[in-house]
């Protein structure tokens, strides 16, 4: 309910644009998709009857098809390389390639005997207990491995987690569908409040691949930014839920559907890593839950990396790896100028089960990529997949377009492409 309301706040008041509505009015929905999903997972759909029967996703879904009509795409894309896209203001840009960052930290978190922060969660519950505005309130975690499980609600805005470097700083938990958790409560860390950022830390669910879905990183936080991160798991790894994400020089380790969500995502500059399954298995790289075609959300990976982890390279001629299959009706996933290795199917993508779901309605896409995965002879003939060759058809996918970068990403100091 919080996307409805900030809506159509600021649609009265003209504080926002037609992208951010499309945007908040597609992550309300998402959510809605996700609570009933939960529900069903613990069967509890009782419980959910009365949101459904008031057809409220009904009315969120012929409002986001109204202001699609009043959804004026900037088209303006820069011809040049940016180090952020402009949604990153010039201070947390410094923060974000700055050395110097780890001394401006408003809290230390340390395993060592006497520190006053010894938990993350304690560092958060410090940041909820003052009045720190809507300033950047930076948590500088010290190399370690923290087994907890750490929620960041709507109320903590501009939280930074900094971390020594992604083989130092870890934050690990192994909840699972397995162990009776939703796939959403699954998160080692779920973040909701906006304009998070992680630099240089690892996200870790240990759960393993006879868990079923195990989430090590659960993300609904709108203008947010991954920096020389590493996120680790098996099944469901991943979890970009909803809003505008952006994840630069990142690591993602999985097996099955380990990047998913309805987010409006982009990929820049990762290495995407497809680990052994259980026998029998299949990887499936990506599972994007876009579920309604005015959503203005979509997977992209970018000058990215699709390669096999140390543990399928053995075995990578009896696994099948796919770059995706379709969560959902109308599901968005684009691969540009990617090197894709060898382990990765000729097909390229693969259906949902044994059926045809969303093969007329998905959109998945592959722009200039190259490597011995890339080649495109073989893929599927779906009416929803293409061969991307026109870069106009590609630009709805980069950051400039895709996630509105240039108007926040700069604010960060993360470095970015805006365009192709």
């Not at 520190?115 to 370690?144: H, M, P, Q, V």
């Not at 860390?189 to 691949?209: C, H, Q, W």
């Not at 990617?338 to 998905?362: C, E, M, N, R, Y």
Request: with cysteine; proline share 4%.
């Amino acid at each position: 309910m919080v996307q409805l309301n900030e809506t159509l706040i600021g649609l009265k008041t003209r504080k926002i644009t037609d992208f951010v509505a499309q945007t908040w009015l597609s992550s309300a929905l998402t959510n809605l998709q996700v609570c009933f999903s939960g529900s069903s997972e613990l069967n509890l759909t009782e419980f959910v009857s009365p949101i459904k029967t008031s057809n409220l996703t009904e009315m969120i879904s012929n409002t986001l098809a109204i202001n699609d009509k009043f959804f004026l795409k900037n088209t303006q894309v820069s011809d040049h390389n940016e180090d952020f896209p402009l949604w990153v203001t010039k201070k947390d840009r410094k923060l974000l390639v700055s050395e110097s960052i780890y001394s401006r930290a408003n809290v230390t978190v340390s395993q060592a005997k006497g520190s006053k922060f010894r938990t993350i969660r304690s560092a958060l519950d410090y940041a909820s207990s003052i009045n720190r505005g809507e300033g950047r309130f930076i948590i500088y975690i010290k190399r370690g491995v923290y087994r907890e499980n750490i929620e960041i609600g709507y109320d903590l805005k501009n939280i930074m987690f900094l971390g020594d470097g992604l083989r130092y700083t870890v934050i690990t938990g192994d909840r699972s569908v397995a162990a009776g958790f939703t796939t959403y409560s699954t998160a080692t860390v779920g973040v909701d409040g906006t304009g998070f950022i992680a630099r240089g830390i690892t996200f870790r669910n240990t759960a393993g691949p006879e868990k079923a879905q195990a989430v090590a990183f659960r993300s609904a936080s709108d203008l947010s930014v991954y920096y020389a991160c590493s996120f680790e798991g098996y099944q469901d790894t991943l979890f970009a839920l909803s809003q505008r994400q952006f994840y630069k020089l990142c690591y993602v380790y999985g097996t099955i559907d380990f990047i998913f969500g309805n987010a409006a995502v982009v990929f820049q500059n990762c290495m995407i890593l497809a680990r052994k399954p259980l026998p029998g298995q299949a990887n499936m790289i990506t599972a994007q839950g876009r579920g309604d075609p005015f959503q203005n959300t979509g997977i992209s990976i970018h000058n990215s990396r699709v390669m096999a982890a140390p543990d399928l390279k053995p075995v990578v001629g009896s696994v099948r790896t796919y770059l995706g299959r379709p969560w959902q009706e109308y599901s968005r996933t684009v691969y540009m100028k990617t090197f894709i290795d060898s382990h990765v199917s000729p097909q390229g993508w693969s259906p949902w089960g044994i059926t045809d779901f969303a093969f007329k309605t998905l959109y998945y896409g592959e722009y200039g990529c190259y490597g011995p995965g890339s080649a495109t002879q073989n893929r599927v003939t779906w009416p929803g997949y293409h061969v991307i060759k026109s870069p106009s058809e590609a630009l709805p996918f980069t950051v400039d377009r895709l996630i509105s970068g240039r108007a926040w990403l700069r604010a960060t100091g993360v470095p970015f492409i805006a365009g192709l």
